[in-house]
């Protein structure tokens, strides 16, 4: 994602450049975000397209606050575990092979 | 007709342009901030190098490419990138992009302004409008978005976008100084100058600092960073690009106070890495206040369209100023100074009346009720013969504000109108009241361009008195300022000849 974001965003306003707050960046790196999630989500197989592309917005969320499953950023839970992520991307996995197995 | 934008004050009020152009100019960076920022370890990008000289395929590839861009080093992997473009199939296409960013180069800032119609303006709402419902929390968006509104003449529609993008990103300069503007264009003042101060962190912000000075100075009323602002400057933390706008409000500040010494000193000073708004502020004061000799040609900064379209009037060049009024135009779609501009050089410096209507009509579909804009367009509606749509057009004036505003350009204006309807009689008795009300108010530049506009009416009728009210506008003209007598001068020379 961060390659992505960067080509979203003016040389100046990239990592190495940047001299400003994380505050102000963070007003530009939500759309430098939106247009990455945007440019994978595109290239997506339909059926699995909404799922990837929450767990995306979820996991790679710029402002570390909000970064991660929304009931654990809610409830004070650890933002960084991945616990409750197993499970949906097991589901994912089984959703692609099936539709390969379709498609073959 | 009057002399159009020069003779309203003009402050270095933030420019509002949209945030991708704003960043290609080099805007966005309040130049604040002091992070130190370490040297990437390169290893990684050395052993992705490895793998994909193994593996010569497209997933390697992406895995260098990404790691190297993501490090601010695309450079180091151009053959890789290369590698991307010369293959045919089954790329995706981010890493497509990116290849070409990093082969190509970043994109640039077009040439010049790009023209977009009232139909591209709603494509572009649409598309705002969609990426606000996948994205709520993009201030930069609902900034975007407001100023689309803005230029498409729904103010209303624009408050919402203004006051969430104010909500989530309160200490954005770029969203603040937007902001602040928006609401300067509704003429709401106060509120623009509520915005900006109650910017966290506003005292040491350059760029929010010039914002809070050059808005209370719009709205007449004191600033209360001047001492900070003066501060800032002596202390020279920041590089002179982002004490510009600073020095260059601060300098109008001690102009208006009768300073010229200090003004002088502190223009000098905004313009010694100018942005093009300082460098239009120099060039207005230079214009309409006092020469200042500031050398304003030797900078120019990308997109000094104001700046050249004033400088271009008082250097004679006719067509280039009216060329530069309308890439004005085209960077600020939504402000009314350029069609103010354009409608009347148009007017008074070339034949092109067709094109001062265009102007007028511009500023009019942002601004539907603004006096001077229907002023001009009733004018060019004259000068083309269409007095019966010129005579509609003047019944939207509100009179009596128009009486308020400018008595005399109001009443020239019926004359005119008067005068292509066929009737000099009626024409000529608002004329005379226009001259009355100039020389009651002594105001010696609506006397004057009163007498050349009527003159240029009586060159159809009575050339006679076309001819006497050019000798009385000739010994009127030597008493405007240099580059208005100029102006004047070639109107004058415009109807000593006519067709």
């Known amino acids: ?104 | 007709m009057s002399f159009a934008d020069g003779r309203r004050r003009r402050q270095v009020v933030p420019r509002w342009r949209p945030w991708w152009v704003t960043a290609r100019l080099g805007l966005a960076d309040s130049g604040a901030g002091s992070r130190i920022v370490g040297t990437p370890d390169t290893a990684t990008i050395d052993r992705r190098r490895e793998e994909w000289l193994e593996n010569h395929d497209i997933p390697h590839a992406a895995d260098l490419i990404g790691t190297a861009f993501g490090m601010g080093l695309g450079e180091r992997v151009r053959d890789a990138a290369e590698f991307v473009l010369g293959t045919e199939t089954g790329v995706p296409a981010p890493l497509l992009v990116l290849a070409k960013t990093i082969v190509n180069g970043d994109a640039q800032l077009p040439a010049s302004p790009i023209d977009i119609d009232h139909a591209g303006r709603h494509v572009r709402i649409h598309k705002l409008k969609n990426r606000l419902k996948n994205w709520p929390h993009d201030a930069i968006a609902c900034i975007d978005l407001a100023r689309e509104y803005t230029i498409v003449g729904q103010r209303p529609n624009a408050l919402k976008p203004v006051t969430v993008a104010l909500a989530l990103a309160p200490h954005s300069p770029f969203v603040v100084r937007s902001a602040a503007r928006f609401f300067l264009n509704c003429g709401d003042a106060e509120r623009a100058l509520a915005v900006v101060r109650r910017t966290p962190g506003v005292s040491s912000d350059p760029w929010l600092l010039a914002a809070e000075i050059a808005i209370a100075s719009a709205a007449e009323t004191s600033s209360r960073m001047v001492r900070a602002a003066r501060s800032m400057i002596n202390r020279g933390h920041f590089a002179p690009r982002h004490l510009s706008e600073l020095a260059s409000a601060l300098a109008t500040v001690e102009l208006e106070s009768g300073n010229r010494r200090g003004a002088r000193k502190l223009f000098a000073a905004a313009l010694q890495h100018p942005t093009e708004n300082a460098v239009a502020q120099a060039e207005w004061v230079s214009s309409e206040i006092v020469e200042l000799d500031l050398r304003i040609s030797e900078h120019a900064p990308e997109r000094s369209y104001e700046a050249r379209a004033l400088s271009s009037l008082g250097e004679g060049e006719w067509d280039a100023a009216v060329e530069s009024a309308k890439l004005w135009r085209l960077d600020e779609p939504f402000a009314a100074r350029s069609a103010y501009f354009g409608s009347w050089t148009a007017v008074v410096v070339s034949k092109d009346f067709s094109t001062a209507l265009q102007f007028a009509e511009f500023g009019l579909s942002t601004k539907p009720e603004d006096l001077l804009l229907l002023n001009n367009k009733v004018v060019a509606l004259a000068l083309l013969d269409r007095p019966n749509e010129a005579a509609r057009t003047l019944g939207k004036i509100d009179a009596v504000r128009a009486a308020e505003k400018s008595e005399a350009t109001y009443l020239a204006t019926w004359g005119l109108v008067e005068y292509r309807s066929g009737r000099p009689e009626t024409g000529r008795v608002f004329y005379q009241r226009a001259r009355d009300a100039a020389k009651k108010s002594r105001n010696a530049r609506e006397e004057a361009w009163t007498m050349l506009f009527q003159a240029r009416e009586e060159q159809r009728f009575d050339r006679q008195r076309a001819h006497g009210l050019l000798v009385e506008a000739r010994a009127t003209i030597h008493r405007l300022r240099r580059r208005e007598a100029l102006v004047a001068e070639r109107l004058l020379e415009i109807v000593a000849q006519p067709d």
């Open chain 1, 1 to 104: 994602m961060t390659p992505l974001m960067m080509m979203s965003l003016e040389p100046a306003l990239r990592w190495q450049n940047w001299k400003g707050s994380f505050d102000e960046a963070l007003v530009f790196l939500r759309p430098a975000f939106a247009d990455a999630v945007e440019y994978v989500s595109a290239e997506l197989p339909n059926e699995l397209r909404a799922d990837v592309t929450s767990v995306l917005r979820q996991l790679c969320e710029p402002d570390p606050v909000k970064r991660g499953h929304p009931l654990d950023t809610r409830t004070g839970g650890n933002t960084f575990s991945l616990e409750r992520y197993v499970t949906r991307f097991d589901l994912l996995a089984k959703k692609a092979e099936l539709a390969l197995r379709n498609a073959s």
